[in-house]
């Protein structure tokens, strides 16, 4: 079974969506036959990388709140995280332009190693506040992921996959992602936002018994979940 996932580094409940699916993967008895793709999706194409200001400001001024608005939004987002074991320091988060990190996430993708590494970006970006646009930051978690530190730097140092990324914004348009997180079964079924495990856990469960009959299906799409977008997460 084929799942895409198009997700941001930057969007808080992608990270928090992948561990739901992650505990509906493990009561699902197929597991092993599940194939992860992560697909490139930018919240903001625009953003300009700055270390000097974290998310709490950089939501204030987007949403026109003020910081005490934006600290109490990230504390929500903060406390759903703790529900499911993450740990999020979102005051310490810098703000910072994702498309290199999609570029490096097609690298490790060449090897088998970009769940992996979609992991270590989510954690160096919501809890160790690290700057995931810095090249040696991307270096330095590519690495320890098992991809070869000069591979990385030649890749950052010019463009490639950088039409691999765009393809797949321009791909999440056509399956119907507005925002992230967004799941796609088969290219048959999609789940909209960070729900609950039990919905990727049916989900799951009907796809894998349309790939046993052999069946073709109609999508269908869910679009209760939280997730990010454009405007924001909601």
Request: proline fraction near 4%; glycine fraction near 6%; hydrophobic fraction near 40%.
């Amino acid at each position: 079974m084929k799942v895409e996932i198009w997700s941001d580094v930057m969007c808080p409940f992608c990270y928090i969506g992948k561990r739901k699916f992650e505990l509906a993967l493990e009561k699902f008895p197929h597991r092993d036959k599940v194939e992860i793709t992560w697909k490139s999706f930018q919240l903001n194409p625009d953003m300009v990388t700055d270390p000097a200001k974290n998310t709490t400001q950089y939501l204030a001024e987007v949403k026109g709140w003020s910081l005490q608005q934006a600290a109490d939004a990230n504390n929500y987002v903060t406390d759903i995280a703790k529900k499911v074991g993450l740990t999020y320091n979102l005051d310490k988060a810098v703000v910072a332009n994702s498309f290199d990190a999609h570029r490096l996430s097609h690298l490790a993708k060449k090897y088998n190693k970009q769940d992996a590494l979609e992991e270590r970006l989510f954690l160096a970006y919501f809890t160790e506040g690290k700057n995931t646009a810095d090249h040696t930051v991307l270096c330095e978690i590519g690495v320890e992921i098992g991809l070869e530190e000069p591979e990385i730097m030649t890749m950052l140092a010019g463009s490639e996959y950088a039409a691999e990324v765009n393809k797949d914004i321009l791909e999440a348009q056509m399956v119907g992602a507005r925002g992230v997180p967004f799941f796609v079964f088969e290219r048959k079924y999609a789940i909209s936002g960070a729900q609950d495990p039990a919905a990727f856990e049916q989900v799951l469960n009907t796809v894998w018994e349309e790939i046993e009959k052999v069946k073709p299906v109609e999508i269908a799409l869910t679009t209760d979940g939280e997730s990010c977008g454009p405007e924001g997460c909601d």
